[in-house]
């Protein structure tokens, strides 16, 4: 049997991770008290309203979630100009042609499977790092149509760079319903992003899943040395 | 009708009519409070109705029901109606003037003419752009037509209603007469928007308070509404809120919590969505207003409420997949999809990439085996 030397590289700096997790915790924390925002559950109370404020904390939790989730947001967008190459911004936005077979090659391999044997990427791959940035481009929708909502009852100056969603948008209601309607979107990201995380794990023993704790990846010298060459040919082209 | 004397100030109009100076004083003291005034600003209001002479006021109706005229002249103080309304638009308006036909159409080019960037045009309704606005035809010429003319040298429009300002019922999908709110068809004139089904009387004859008062438009929203009253939403100050926040909803409109008076949140009331004044103003001499007659807000005044989702469901539909749709539903469709799509998947992976699986493996149990 063929025995792998791994490679210890440090993919995601901490910075990074803390952003993931933050981000992983209010986006859960915005979810649950947003669908119950939207549909209060039904309790039974014998006392007198007064005596409880259930409804006002889940809002104040939501909107506390929500002026974390944006701090972690922009403080992640600093990050992809000074982080490492696998924080880069270029990982999310597709600039280059190559960008764009990368993510047909991830489509072939992983997900339709009609090529065998897997894709290397040490870092996002090309269609993962698009992903990302469609989800940032939610992040960003949610931020708006949710301080927008949230700017008619707040006094902060931050709250206040929002008063003109609802006039573009006409009313509340079109405002609310989008809001309503992303969250499934981060749902569904969710779902798809925790199974792909166990899939890469399972399928190439690289260490995916403990790589957003520590920031390591376990990558075969062979791999390794592989990926060394290609950056390396890349980067004698560009010159 | 054309031997009115010269300009007379509000108050002079008033004494004639038999209102003792206390009434007036009342008057302006009840409005002062509603445009938000502090105290000292009721000598303004009070000032500015005995001095200013009055102003001349054209009120057309187009694509409506009159609803706002009747709110308007059942606002709490009688003076609101006898003055504002009476007298101040007593130039021309379809449904009180006592002139008709040739000698109503004369009335107000008269006053066009004789008071030229001086008049506040007031307009109640849409105005039909479909077949050339042939769906609401006054005096032989179409709406629009007439609207373009009379706020050409208008000082201020006022969108009385929500017909006037996004619509209203009559621009609900398919909207067959190309019903088309008064903003998105004139410009270079300032426009206040007064919104609802109808205005409250008391916000009406407070915009106009204020117009003569100033002499400017008071100050207004993003969306061109006054500030004084559509700033909070009905939930805002809703004196139901206290059950909302402790999250006690009523569930259905026959339940123990609806004889309990808790928030009709979930039946479907859009007073967090809706900028308005109900719940502080109130309607009929504040005597009530929707939610304290156990009824929840249908978000009237805000823009696009025919279609934006059922009157008595919070959820709204989710676009292009029908009225019975809303986010939930459609997303946990997805949710489900998605599971099933995951677990194909790995059922997929695991037949498909079966050797790079098995290397893995074998390699890592082979480790095992060593130590």
């Known amino acids: 049997m063929n025995y792998h030397k791994l490679r210890r590289v440090f993919v995601w700096e901490l910075p990074v991770r803390v952003f993931h997790w933050i981000n992983a915790l209010a986006i859960t924390t915005l979810c649950i008290t947003g669908y119950m925002i939207g549909k209060p559950p039904a309790i039974m109370f014998g006392g007198e309203a007064w005596e409880r404020y259930l409804f006002g904390w889940i809002r104040y939790i939501h909107f506390v979630a929500a002026y974390i989730f944006v701090a972690n947001f922009v403080f992640r967008i600093y990050w992809g100009f000074v982080g490492n190459k696998y924080a880069n911004w270029k990982n999310f936005i597709p600039t280059t042609r190559k960008y764009f077979q990368e993510m047909w090659e991830v489509l072939k391999i992983d997900i339709f499977q009609t090529k065998p044997g897997e894709h290397m990427a040490v870092g996002h791959n090309a269609l993962a790092g698009f992903i990302y940035f469609l989800t940032f481009i939610a992040f960003g929708i949610q931020v708006i149509t949710g301080f927008g909502l949230y700017a008619a009852m707040s006094e902060s100056w931050f709250a206040g760079l929002f008063t003109w969603v609802v006039p573009l948008f006409g009313a509340d209601s079109g405002v609310r319903n989008l809001h309503h309607i992303l969250m499934w979107f981060f749902i569904l990201f969710t779902i798809v992003h925790i199974y792909l995380v166990f899939y890469h794990d399972y399928l190439k023993g690289r260490g995916e899943i403990s790589s957003m704790g520590g920031g390591w990846k376990f990558i075969e010298e062979e791999a390794f040395q592989a990926e060394k060459a290609k950056e390396a040919a890349e980067s004698k082209k560009a010159a | ?232 939403r009905v939930h805002d100050t809703c004196y139901r809120r206290p059950f909302y926040d402790a999250g006690l909803f009523v569930e259905s409109f026959d339940d123990e919590n609806a004889k309990k008076g808790y928030c009709l949140y979930k039946v479907g009331c859009k007073g967090p969505t809706t900028y308005n004044a109900c719940s502080v103003t109130k309607w009929n001499n504040g005597t009530s207003y929707p939610i304290q007659s156990g009824h929840g807000c249908f978000g009237c005044s805000e823009e696009n409420y025919w279609d934006a989702g059922a009157l008595y469901a919070r959820a709204q539909p989710f676009p292009g997949f029908g009225i019975e749709s809303d986010a939930d539903k459609i997303g946990t469709a997805a949710a489900i999809a998605t599971g099933v799509g995951i677990a194909a998947h790995a059922v997929m992976t695991n037949i498909r990439k079966s050797k790079l699986i098995h290397d893995v493996i074998e390699e890592g149990k082979e480790a095992e085996k060593e130590l």
């Open chain 2, 1 to 232: 009708m054309s031997t009115r004397p010269a300009r007379t100030t509000y108050y002079e109009e008033l004494r004639q009519r038999g209102y003792s100076r206390r009434d007036f004083m009342k008057f302006c003291a009840t409005v002062a409070a509603y445009l938000g005034l502090e105290a000292s600003g009721t000598a303004q209001v009070v000032q500015a109705l005995s001095d200013k002479p009055r102003i001349p006021v054209i009120w057309l109706h187009f694509q409506e029901c009159t609803c706002c005229s009747e709110s308007f002249i059942r606002s709490s103080h009688p003076i609101v109606a006898d003055i504002l309304l009476d007298k101040l638009s007593l130039d021309y308006t379809e449904t009180l003037m006592a002139a008709s036909g040739h000698q109503a159409e004369k009335c107000m080019r008269d006053t066009m003419e004789k008071y030229k960037g001086e008049y506040v045009l007031c307009i109640e309704g849409s105005v039909p752009t479909e077949a050339d606005g042939v769906y609401c035809m006054i005096g032989g010429r179409t709406s629009l037509d007439i609207l373009k003319e009379v706020s050409a040298t208008a000082k201020a429009v006022i969108c009385w209603g929500s017909c006037a300002c996004n619509g209203c019922v009559q621009s609900a999908k398919p909207n067959p007469t190309g019903a088309t709110p008064i903003h998105k068809l004139i410009r270079g004139v300032p426009i206040i928007k007064v919104p609802g089904c109808p205005p409250i009387g008391e916000v009406m004859a407070g915009v106009l308070v204020h117009l003569i008062t100033f002499g400017k438009l008071p100050e207004l929203d993003g969306i061109g509404r006054p500030k004084a009253f559509y700033s909070k």
